[in-house]
Each structure stands twice: as structure tokens, then as C-alpha cells.
């Protein structure tokens, strides 16, 4: 199926929330990041966001050059055409934008999908993420409030960051109090007076409650996926609206129980980013398909190895199915297992 359009995406977070469920999020910074997730998400008949930041736009473009919004547009042209031949629909999105970036990232992608709506076609990423977390939370809802009404008129969606989700992603990194790491309704409060409820532009706000990105063993992070639900309430009593008034995404949910990711969505998550176990499945795959070819794929004692084994395209099928599995599990985790719309 093609790409979603705006109004195919804004379905698909509807009939989330609705539905009690929440989408894979899955960063891609390769063509075959890009297969495996189409082929995970195939196999789980399920919809699903493709997703790239700021590292995986420069490694799109090639290590050795600066063009992260080339190499931007150069995943969203690819993952665009090669997902015609798989039967679900997916959105696509930038992740992680912080300030430094907003220049020669997010900026100019707008302004890029801004010429291909004034030529009469939809956006070319249906989302996009302004990291304002590292900033004051004033100046974070001023960049928001400017750039919401520029998403609105090309019909795509911003996610802002309200909290800090600790650890580092892409060179993204947090360091702070314990309390930094939980949002609090008053922030939030802010957030929604600052850009209300969807009158001003369709937003998502990833909110945190102990998240940290990376790899962590269990017990070493304090998830309180509750924390989504009383600001939920306390936003819902402040404003008038009905029950779960905020669309929500969680950040930082490796090594999450599927006990802690199911209180997320039931208060709200509708998209869940996921990308150190997807990173891990890929590159373990090929550990393992390197080790066990050991003399195949190198040219030991002057013989010639096994060019069938060595082949890139070999390993990189299984790294793809890999990856694919645990894209799958993901689904299932979430919710959106078997609930394709397409």
C-alpha cells in the first residue's frame, strides 16, 4: 500500500485510541531497516510509523558528507515507493529534533513537503518531532506554538516532548535529577494552553514517567506508566474534556515489561518509539550468521571462502527477518497485531 495520506494517518490514530492500542515506532537508517520493518509489520497485519532522526538522516546520506535533510528525503522517497508492494499502510516520521538541528533537519523537510502540497500532493513525512527538552519549557511551547500552525496547513502532525526522557539517542543526550524524568500536569497544562486541544493543529506529546533511551537491566529504571493516566485525568478536569484528552507517545521503552507498556496504552500511548531492540535483533543476527560461516566468509589459509555466504545479500535477508520478528513482537506488545485498516 502506498504511504498513508493525512487523513489515512489521522484514522490510524483514532481508531488507536479508540481501540485501546498503540502503533510500533520503528527508526530506520537503512534501506534494510526499512525491508525488515515493511516484512515485520506484514507478517503481524499490522499498520505502523516509520521513523528516522537526525543520525539515521546523515548515515542516509552517506557517513563521509553533511546533508541530513538529503539523506531525510532520500528514506522517505525510498520507504514511499518500496512500501507499494506490502499490504499495510505506514506513516513516516522524523524523530528527535532538538534545537541545533531544526535548521538543517526539520526545517527544511517542512519547507520540502510545503512545495509538494502548494503542487497539489500530500506531505512527504506525515509527522514530525520537535525536541524541546532540552530547553526552558517556555521557549521549548514557543517553538511548538510556531511550528504547529506550518504542520497544520500541510496537514501532518507534531509531536513536542514535555519532560525528559533520560539517557541518549543520536546525540541527544539527558542527564538530571530522578525528577526531571516525570512529567507533571502542570507542564502539561502549559503545553495545552500554549497549543490548545486540536483547534490550532493536530499535536502528540511524549510525556515522560521514568523513560531513559538505551539499554538497561530491569530495576535499574523506575517506570510509573500510571503517571499517564493521572495527567490524563488532571488535564481532562482542568479543561472540560472528555476522558483521555491527550494523544501520548513513550520514549525510552527498551527492557519495559509488557505489563508497563499495556498501562501505557490504556492511558493513552498511541505510538511507541522502538529502536535499541530492533538494533540488537538486526546486528545480532548477523554475529550469529558470521560465526557460524566462519570459514565461508573469510578467505582463510589462502582459500577462497564461499562467495554464496559472504554475499551481503545472505546475511542481510536473515538480518532483515531478524529484525522483522521483532517488530512482530512489538505488534503484539501494543496491541495492533492483526488491526491493519488496509
Same mark, same amino acid.
Given at each position: 500500500m502506498p504511504v498513508a495520506t493525512p487523513d489515512q494517518y489521522a484514522d490510524m490514530l483514532d481508531r488507536a485510541k479508540s481501540g485501546g492500542f498503540a502503533y510500533p515506532a520503528i527508526n530506520a537508517s537503512s534501506s534494510q531497516s526499512i525491508n525488515g520493518i515493511l516484512q515485520g509489520l506484514t507478517e503481524a497485519g499490522s499498520d505502523g510509523i516509520i521513523q528516522v532522526t537526525t543520525g539515521g538522516a546523515d548515515y542516509f546520506a552517506g557517513h563521509t558528507v553533511t546533508g541530513r535533510a538529503s539523506g531525510a528525503l532520500a528514506f522517505a522517497k525510498y520507504a514511499t515507493e518500496v512500501a507499494k508492494n506490502y499490504p499495510i499502510? $505506514? *506513516?513516516?516520521?522524523?524523530?528527535?529534533?532538538? =534545537?541545533?538541528?531544526? /535548521?538543517?533537519?526539520?526545517l527544511p523537510l517542512i519547507e520540502a513537503s510545503e512545495e509538494e502540497v502548494k503542487a497539489g500532493r500530500n506531505?512527504?513525512?506525515?509527522?514530525?518531532?520537535?525536541?524541546?527538552?532540552?530547553?526552558?519549557?517556555?521557549?521549548?511551547?514557543? $517553538? *511548538?506554538?510556531?511550528?504547529?500552525?506550518?504542520? =497544520?496547513?500541510?496537514? /501532518?502532525?507534531?509531536?513536542?516532548?514535555?519532560?525528559?526522557?533520560?539517557?541518549?539517542?543520536?546525540?541527544?543526550?539527558?542527564?538530571?535529577?530522578?525528577?526531571?524524568?516525570?512529567?507533571t500536569t502542570g507542564d502539561v497544562a502549559k503545553a495545552v494552553e500554549a497549543l490548545g486541544l486540536g483547534e490550532a493543529g493536530r499535536w502528540i506529546a511524549a510525556l515522560t514517567f521514568g523513560n531513559v533511551h538505551g539499554v538497561y537491566k530491569p530495576g535499574n529504571v523506575k517506570l510509573r506508566p500510571e503517571l499517564l493516566g493521572e495527567i490524563q485525568a488532571?488535564?481532562?478536569?482542568?479543561?472540560g474534556t472528555g476522558p483521555l484528552p491527550l494523544e501520548l507517545v513513550f520514549h525510552g521503552g527498551s527492557g519495559s515489561s509488557d505489563e508497563e507498556i499495556a498501562t501505557a496504552v490504556a492511558n493513552g500511548v498511541v505510538k511507541m518509539n522502538i529502536d535499541t531492540d530492533t538494533q540488537y535483533a538486526f546486528t545480532r543476527s548477523v554475529a550469529g550468521y558470521m560465526f557460524e560461516n566462519y570459514a565461508g566468509v573469510l578467505k582463510l589459509d589462502g582459500e577462497v571462502g564461499n562467495k554464496k555466504q559472504y554475499d551481503p545479500r545472505a546475511w542481510g535477508k536473515i538480518a532483515e527477518t531478524a529484525l522483522a520478528a521483532r517488530v512482530v513482537e512489538a505488534t503484539k506488545q501494543l496491541g495492533s497485531f492483526g488491526k491493519s485498516q488496509s
Open positions: 499502510t $505506514i *506513516a513516516l516520521h522524523t524523530d528527535h529534533c532538538p =534545537k541545533p538541528a531544526l /535548521a538543517d533537519f526539520v506531505p512527504i513525512f506525515q509527522s514530525h518531532m520537535w525536541d524541546g527538552s532540552a530547553v526552558p519549557l517556555a521557549e521549548n511551547l514557543e $517553538i *511548538a506554538k510556531d511550528l504547529l500552525p506550518r504542520l =497544520k496547513n500541510i496537514n /501532518a502532525i507534531l509531536e513536542v516532548e514535555i519532560g525528559v526522557v533520560g539517557g541518549e539517542e543520536d546525540g541527544v543526550k539527558h542527564e538530571g535529577t530522578n525528577d526531571a524524568l516525570y512529567t488532571g488535564i481532562a478536569q482542568r479543561f
